[in-house]
């Protein structure tokens, strides 16, 4: 079998009841150069093993490997080393792609070589928006920006260079935010390797991403929340400040960053399975990191504001708490409340 244009590779973990709709999303794909796809099944105690198996034996695209339960990264890793074409995308088993989805991705990359071809996606599984291969290119120094808006962070809207790709990993060590790890990884490798290299950002949903589930990675309580997104903050920053990204871009960066460690600080006091002595204990012992002492400090000298600023700058749980119920839980009015009231206490001379 000749190498194929792209390889499709799906983790498959206890994904009996979205599996099927996965994979035909995949062969059903018209393809110019044709198309692979790898199913890893990472131990799924249900019966995704043998739907995958049934998939293999009816379509002679589609490989299976079965591997035990080694988690979603070595799933990705052992995929991506059976990866045999010239570019990869990832797709997660209870995602699925859109129709057309893989041909406007070939065809962007085909019209701008140097590019790296990112999509939009769509929570719709019904979504009608046209699947096209219109979009603006941007310059590396908007990788802040792309994180902002939500292009960057997961490894399933981007057409990699297989070649490239196969010479990284998933960090497995990682549970959470190994996406964003291996994203940042393939961008510091194409500096090097393509020069001339730059995003070409694709505005269509090419892929239906399923959050309805609750029993995924990302609504799951993570007691090392905290000092694992340090980790990936701070790769980040510095990916970001390489590239000479504008100085707008940061600030919004940092602030957004303070609102997810503050957020995953707060949340220690709801879900963390200690004594509610414990869990003060850890949400105090995030406070003090030194990681956010100098993103605070970094905050003052852009003169920029966060609601989250005053409670992590006095390490008051009870004022974080009271600003995480009242957004977490529905109480708009009282956060937007307290959120004016730190505003004005800097006389209104912060960016928000």
């Known amino acids: ?13 206890n994904a009996a009841a979205t599996l099927d709709r996965c994979v035909q999303s995949v062969v059903s794909q018209q393809v110019t150069g044709g198309l ?9 105690p249900d019966n995704s093993g043998a739907l995958c198996d049934a998939w293999a034996a009816k379509d002679p695209r589609v490989q299976v490997l079965h591997q035990g339960d080694l988690g979603v990264s070595m799933a990705r ?13 990832f797709l997660d088993s209870d995602d699925a792609l859109r129709p057309g989805a893989l041909q406007a991705a070939l065809d962007a990359q085909h019209a701008d070589p140097d590019a790296f071809v990112v999509w939009n996606y769509t929570l719709d599984a019904a979504d009608p928006a046209p699947v096209t291969q219109d979009g603006a290119v941007l310059p590396p120094a908007k990788l802040a920006r792309l994180w902002l808006d939500c292009y960057l962070p997961m490894p399933w809207n981007k057409l990699y260079r ?10 497995k060590s990682f549970t959470l935010g190994e996406d964003l790890q291996f994203v940042l990884d393939y961008v510091a490798l194409l500096q090097t390797a393509q020069p001339l ?20 990675l990302s609504h799951r309580y993570h007691t090392d929340y905290c000092p694992v997104w340090v980790q990936h903050f701070t790769k980040l920053n510095a990916a970001a400040e390489a590239l000479h990204a504008p100085a707008e871009d940061l600030h919004l960066l940092h602030r957004t960053e303070l609102r997810f ?13 200690g004594t509610p002595a414990e869990r003060r204990r850890r949400a105090a012992e995030a406070l003090r990191a030194p990681w956010l002492r100098t993103l605070l400090r970094t905050l003052k000298a852009e003169k920029s504001y966060s609601p989250y600023y ?11 708490n009271a600003m995480y119920t009242s957004k977490i839980y529905g109480s708009s009015w009282l956060f937007g409340k307290l959120d004016w009231a730190g505003y004005y206490l800097f006389l209104g001379k912060r960016q928000r």
């Open 36 to 44: 692979q796809c790898v199913l890893v099944n990472d131990g799924s």
């Open 197 to 216: 290299w730059h995003f070409r950002q694709l505005t269509a949903p090419l892929t239906f991403y399923d959050c309805s589930r609750s029993g995924t």
């Open 310 to 320: 005053l409670p992590c700058l006095w390490r008051s749980l009870t004022l974080l």
């Open 1 to 13: 079998m000749s190498q194929a244009a792209v390889c499709v590779v799906v983790p498959v973990y």
């Open 77 to 89: 890793n052992n995929g991506m080393a059976l990866a045999d074409s010239e570019f990869l995308v």
């Open 162 to 171: 297989t070649a490239l790709a196969q010479t990284l990993q998933f960090d």
């Open 261 to 273: 460690y503050a957020e995953g600080a707060a949340d220690i006091l709801h879900r963390d399975p």
